[in-house]
């Protein structure tokens, strides 16, 4: 008879015990998508056609990803070795943490912000400090300031920022980076296209400065994971030696070019945005909701006690939106991203025939 095998499981680091859990919902997402900030559309038909083109085997290779960080680099006005590809903005945090942060550090954060940057300092050893904006969720510039110390390792700032859509101006991110010298100053435009104000001509200029960009949001690129940090050679050579030089795959690589060079189609993915960010605020006000103040692809609004059968409701008639009521300073506040005019129209429908039930439930919103 077998010998009984000891049920003893390995223990992980206790760091990693000790880490927050994130479960994103990873399935069941048949329905219009407001709840990721994701492109509710599609990518480019450019991108389409070079995938329909990709032959298998091409995929027994392994992925070069040089020759495409040069057309990146040569898109965004910087040298190749100022940039590195990475597999989505998610890769880009957790190896710019892992390459700078370690016990005694702290990573200074504004809050709410981007649930991921907390997640990935967890398992560093380094104190997360964070700076709670007010009521009114703007970026609380002087009191971030305040909290740097001679530990603060990095700083990082969503410009657009998520939930709030508040945004950080240049002369502030200016400010932060020369009172920190000895920080590195993680600038993180995800929403960048929404908002159309950056930083990244600063990169090699100003030292500390990194900046983040993802082709998850206006690209329409999600599912194929893609993203990028850029900043002088001198901070992108670390970057380089924790960073995996497969991470992206080969698809990601062959549809950034026609991605970069459709220029058209990005454009017309941002209007249509932008203008249904205008309707759909004009709605929200009339139905008396509260809402921040938007320069990104989402708006939060203010739901109150009912937040989770606000949202279980919305899901219900087909619509996803994003319940951020366990973020910082966010209790009731939900996270609607925008989409196309046509489907904000069909999810200010499903929002009146919701809030109808909460009303004739009674109680406050
Ligand atoms: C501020 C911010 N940064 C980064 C990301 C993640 O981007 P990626 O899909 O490139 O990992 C998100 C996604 O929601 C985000 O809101």
């Known amino acids: 008879m077998a010998e009984a095998i000891p049920s003893l499981t390995p223990a992980p680091r206790a760091r990693v015990q000790a880490m927050k859990e994130y479960h994103p919902p990873l399935g069941n997402r048949d329905a219009l998508r407001l709840d990721f900030n994701e492109n509710t559309v599609s990518c480019s038909p450019k991108v389409r056609e070079v995938l329909g083109r990709i032959s298998a085997g091409s995929l027994t290779r392994y992925p070069e990803r040089q020759p495409v960080e040069a057309v990146v680099a040569a898109h965004l006005g910087l ?10 903005v998610d890769e880009a945090i957790h190896v710019l943490f892992e390459t700078f942060l370690e016990e005694g550090d702290e990573l200074l954060l504004p809050v709410p912000t981007y649930t991921m940057y907390e997640v990935y300092a967890s398992s560093t050893g380094a104190r997360v400090v964070t700076v709670l904006a007010g009521d009114d969720l703007r970026f609380p510039f002087k009191r971030l300031l305040a909290a740097i110390t001679p530990h603060t390792k990095i700083i990082a700032i969503a410009n657009p920022n998520s939930p709030s859509g508040s945004t950080a101006s240049r002369s502030q991110l200016l400010e932060i980076a020369e009172r920190a010298p000895h920080a590195v100053l993680m600038v993180d435009e995800a929403y960048f296209h929404f908002h159309g104000e950056t930083v990244i001509d600063l990169v090699g200029k100003v030292p500390n400065l990194i900046v983040a960009r993802t082709f998850s949001k206006a690209y329409g690129l999600a599912g194929l994971r893609l993203g990028l940090l850029a900043a002088r050679v001198e901070l992108m ?17 062959a549809c950034l070019p026609p991605a970069l060079e459709d220029t058209a189609y990005l454009d017309w993915y941002v209007g249509e945005v932008l203008a249904a960010r205008v309707e759909f605020e004009a709605a929200l006000d009339e139905a008396g909701i509260r809402r921040w103040l938007s320069h990104a692809n989402f708006v939060l609004v203010e739901i109150g006690a009912q937040h989770k059968e606000f949202t279980r ?13 366990s973020d910082p300073g966010c209790d009731g506040r939900v996270r609607i991203t925008i989409g196309t005019r046509e489907q904000m129209r069909q999810a200010v429908v499903a929002l009146h025939e919701v809030l109808t039930v909460l009303n004739k439930n009674g109680g406050s919103r």
């Open 79 to 88: 040298e190749p070795a100022q940039v590195a590809l990475t597999n989505g």
């Open 313 to 325: 409701l919305m899901s219900a008639a087909g619509v996803l939106v994003r319940d951020r009521s």
């Open 237 to 253: 050579h670390w970057v380089k030696r924790v960073l995996s030089p497969y991470s992206v795959n080969s698809l990601a690589l």
